[in-house]
């Protein structure tokens, strides 16, 4: 059983700052993509940032220069700071997970349970 377990959630004023974490435990062969997802209330969830095993990373256009996603691959975990935060970013924030399994060749994705983020005017 793998589960993801995010933390670091909150409220903070326009401009300040928080810092995501997401660890995954379990068993499994490997960790693959990582990412962080929002949702909004009334909206689809969308993409923030992904972060590839080899640390490529990719950015959603509303929050490149603010954010910056990070992993370590030791302790299986994904991070998400964000600076300069916009009202508009509040949300849900979800981590996601491509993880392969101990046949070593099935991947699978896994979600984490979601943490409130708030950013008031």
């Known amino acids: 059983q793998v589960q993801l377990v995010e933390s670091g959630g909150g409220l903070v004023q326009a401009g300040g700052s928080l810092r995501l974490s997401c660890a995954a435990s379990?068993?499994?062969?490997?960790?693959?993509?990582m990412g962080w997802y929002r949702q909004a209330p009334g909206r689809q969830r969308e993409l923030v940032a992904t972060v590839t095993s080899g640390g490529s990373t990719n950015y959603a256009d509303s929050v490149k220069g603010r954010f910056a996603i990070s992993r370590d691959n030791a302790k299986s975990t994904v991070y998400l700071q964000m600076n300069s935060l916009k009202p508009e970013d509040t949300a849900i924030y979800y981590c996601k997970a491509l993880i392969i399994g101990t046949n070593q060749r099935s991947e699978f994705q896994y979600w984490g349970q979601g943490t409130q983020v708030t950013v008031s005017s």
């Open positions: 379990g068993t499994f062969f490997s960790i693959n993509a």
